[in-house]
């Protein structure tokens, strides 16, 4: 059974950082994209993050660019999500997931798995 399992969400004060780790289980997490997503209150899931399979390639949504770094660890079937400078309008629920592929994927539905999500705050 595959699982993907975020932590490290919580309430942080506009300006600070929070990273978020994602590790996966039941797949070869290797062979695998990964992405972030984040739904605001009262908002749609959007895009924020994806990183190719071994993690030389990255793609930013560009309200995070320069803020947010993806990375992975492979070896530990982990993806991470640093999140520095952080605003207000970051105050979401943030997903990770996992798709079939070598590549990077923007759109949701390229996803195969998902996480259940954790709850960043930012206070202003």
């Known amino acids: 059974q595959v699982q993907l399992v975020e932590s490290g969400g919580g309430l942080v004060q506009a300006g600070g950082s929070l990273r978020l780790s994602c590790a996966a289980s039941?797949?070869?997490?290797?062979?695998?994209?990964g992405g972030w997503f984040r739904q605001r209150l009262g908002k749609e899931r959007e895009f924020v993050a994806a990183?190719?399979?071994?993690?030389?390639?990255?793609y930013y949504d560009e309200a995070v660019k320069g803020r947010f770094t993806v990375s992975r660890d492979n070896a530990k079937n982990t993806m991470y999500l640093q999140m520095n400078s952080l605003k207000p309008d970051d105050t979401a629920v943030y997903y990770c997931?996992?798709?079939?592929?070598?590549?990077?994927?923007?759109?949701?539905?390229?996803?195969?798995?998902w996480g259940q999500g954790t709850q960043v705050t930012v206070s202003s």
């Open positions: 039941g797949l070869t997490f290797g062979r695998c994209a």
């Open positions: 990183i190719n399979w071994n993690g030389d390639t990255a």
């Open positions: 997931a996992a798709a079939w592929g070598t590549n990077y994927y923007i759109l949701d539905r390229a996803y195969n798995y």
